[in-house]
T-cell receptor, first 115, second 113 residues
Framework: KQEVTQIPAALSVPEGENLVLNCSFT??????LQWFRQDPGKGLTSLLL?????REQTSGRLNASLDKSSGRSTLYIAASQPGDSATYLC??????????????FGQGTTLQVKP | ETGVTQSPTHLIKTRGQQVTLRCSSQ?????VSWYQQALGQGPQFIFQ???????GRGNFPPRFSGLQFPNYSSELNVNALELDDSALYLC????????????FGQGTRLTVV
């Protein structure tokens, strides 16, 4: 059974700091991995999608890496800003159920960036 | 903004009642998935609809059911509401192919009292 874990559960950093959020998954048979941002009480905003054949994706100050064999992904945020404060969720699409659209989520890392 | 819209945004129901939540998918997307997110947890997959049929289901009882319409919009129906059904319900739309990115709506906050 695929399980997704995110560490740490919460993180507080001063503005301007570079930071890394971690995501691990127990079964390497995935089709892709997606990082999301969620503001309190709101829906999910897609940040980056990494296909299983890719090693990393970049968008602006965000860089996500994927090491499928070790079951790990990281989300790197450069020069953090108070507006980055949110919960960050990673989700994997299992290869064996890839047609069902099922995503398996971690519990998220809640980030606070202090001015 | 994703183009996936959900209604209503908030809802309060009494235990035992029935509820219908609605989702309009993003233009060009033909599949809709529903997720339940309890407070402080990651979203849990309920089911997906493609070509108006259920195509994959998570670990949810039959009182959770859905519909997809020819325009790819969707409904989530929950019968015999329980207190534990209180959660944020999220709808995601995507294309059928496996490599597609999922886009989520803003969610419906359901409170069962």
């Amino acid at each position: 059974k695929q399980e997704v874990t995110q560490i740490p559960a919460a993180l507080s950093v001063p503005e301007g700091e570079n930071l890394v959020l971690n995501c691990s998954f127990t079964d390497s048979a995935i089709y892709n991995l997606q990082w999301f941002r969620q503001d309190p009480g709101k829906g999910l905003t897609s940040l980056l999608l990494i296909q299983s054949s890719q090693r990393e994706q970049t968008s602006g100050r965000l860089n996500a890496s994927l090491d499928k064999s070790s079951g790990r992904s990281t989300l790197y945020i450069a020069a953090s800003q108070p507006g980055d404060s949110a919960t960050y969720l990673c989700a994997v699409r299992p290869a064996i159920q890839s047609n069902t659209g099922k995503l398996i989520f971690g519990q998220g890392t809640t980030l606070q960036v202090k001015p | 903004e994703t183009g996936v819209t959900q209604s209503p945004t908030h809802l309060i129901k009494t235990r035992g009642q029935q509820v219908t939540l609605r989702c309009s998918s993003q233009s060009g997307h033909n599949t809709v998935s529903w997720y339940q997110q309890a407070l402080g947890q990651g979203p849990q997959f309920i089911f997906q609809y493609y070509r108006e049929e259920e195509n994959g289901r998570g670990n949810f009882p039959p009182r959770f059911s859905g519909l997809q319409f020819p325009n790819y919009s969707s409904e989530l129906n929950v019968n015999a509401l329980e207190l534990d059904d209180s959660a944020l319900y999220l709808c995601a739309s995507s294309r059928r192919d496996r490599e597609t990115e999922a886009f989520f709506g803003q969610g419906t906050r359901l409170t069962v009292v």
